[in-house]
């Protein structure tokens, strides 16, 4: 099998495995109790919290542990929203992952007002459109799980600043294969989930600037200092901090090998006749491939690789059984001929050269026998 859907989620490293045993088997006590032997999972709750916020230069007090990137994000648009009276008005790039289009929806529905910000051929943000928003609440996505683009984050938080707006990102795709600096970033609230970078599933965490802007999201206990309720799952929070510092040490080394693996896939496929495109800016998350082929269908190629035991994706993994062309190809203005073609390679960190040729030369079997 070889794995190249990586943007979908990732392999659970080794070290962060080895990490979280001791804390469903040993050390298996409630964090917030008293007695000593508690102490061992509180202080492994303390040092992650203090080993996350280091990878992103954030203050251990503004990280604040979810469930998965969704819940991150859903605490932001939708609770933080919720706070504040219908006037209260929400600015989101027409790009954004569901698990911020969806909220937004809900909150259309109760009367509250969505801006959709557009965005270019290359899925980057309107500047023009952008600067003129009038908004409380913008969430533009780091990098994008389709085509990879990497907006410019730091120049839109201060324009959304300059506009008395408060900035969110949805960072999934980016923290772990980023360099992230929430201070130099000025975000005030950036979302992340452990399975993107290599960490357990069902753990993800939210930076907040200031946390007294939240209202809890989950009422009950005391935990993440009463905003969200809920006993911690101490080994799961412990393999998402090895994963992050683990991935956050080797970025640049990671970065280097995928951008090998992707001249590769690439060379192969220009050197054969067949006609694609590669969509998204020209600055991307390394390893993310986005290729339309024209007049093919994207999912008649994925079952194709995948009967020759290559995984990879169409469009982003929760439109995978949507057959129609997805909102971020819409949004790019993606020719359609081109767009029904498209699929979505994610290579990470442990994909070698020769998986690489050997999806190369799938596709471009597979390719051929769809234009017959
Ligand atoms: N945001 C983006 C950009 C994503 O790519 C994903 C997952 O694909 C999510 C949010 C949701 O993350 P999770 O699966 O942790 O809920």
Known sequence: MIYADNAATTRLDDEALNAMLPYLREQYGNASQLYSFSRSAKNALK?????????????????????????????????LTLSHSASWNVAVSEIEHHAILNPCKQLEKIGYKVNYIPVDKNGLIDLRYFEN????????????????????????????HENGALFHTDAVQAVGH??????????????ASAHKFNGPKG?????????????????????????????????????????????????????????????????ALKTSEIDFIRNG????????ISLSFKGCDGEGLLHLLDLNGIC?????????????????????????????????????????????????????????????
């Open 47 to 79: 040092d992650a919290r203090e080993t996350i916020a280091s990878c992103i230069n954030a203050n251990p007090e503004q990280i604040l542990f979810t469930s998965c990137g969704t819940e991150s994000d859903n605490w932001v648009i939708k609770e």
């Open 203 to 267: 753990i993800g965490f939210l930076y907040a600037k200031n946390p007294n802007l939240l209202s809890p999201f989950i009422c009950g206990g005391a935990q993440e200092y009463g905003l969200r309720a809920g006993t911690e799952d101490v080994a799961s929070v412990v393999g998402m901090s090895v994963a992050l510092k683990k991935n956050c040490e080797e970025i640049d080394a990671n970065k280097k090998h995928l951008m090998m693996l992707e001249d590769v896939l690439l060379d």
């Open 133 to 160: 928003i009038n908004s409380n609440l913008v969430s533009v996505m780091f990098a994008n799980n389709e085509i990879g683009t990497i907006q410019p984050i730091q120049e839109l938080c201060r324009i959304a």
């Open 281 to 288: 800016a020209r600055d991307r998350i390394p390893g993310n």
């Open 312 to 372: 990879v994706s169409t469009g982003s993994a929760c439109d995978s059984r949507n057959t129609q062309v997805s909102h971020v190809l819409k949004a790019i203005c993606l020719d359609e001929d081109y767009a029904r073609g498209t699929i979505r390679i994610s290579l990470g960190k442990n994909n070698t050269v020769d998986e690489v040729r050997k999806i190369a030369e799938v596709l471009v079997k597979s390719v051929g026998k769809m234009n017959l």
């Open 178 to 191: 980023l360099k992230i600096d929430v201070q130099n970033l000025d975000v005030d609230f950036l979302s």
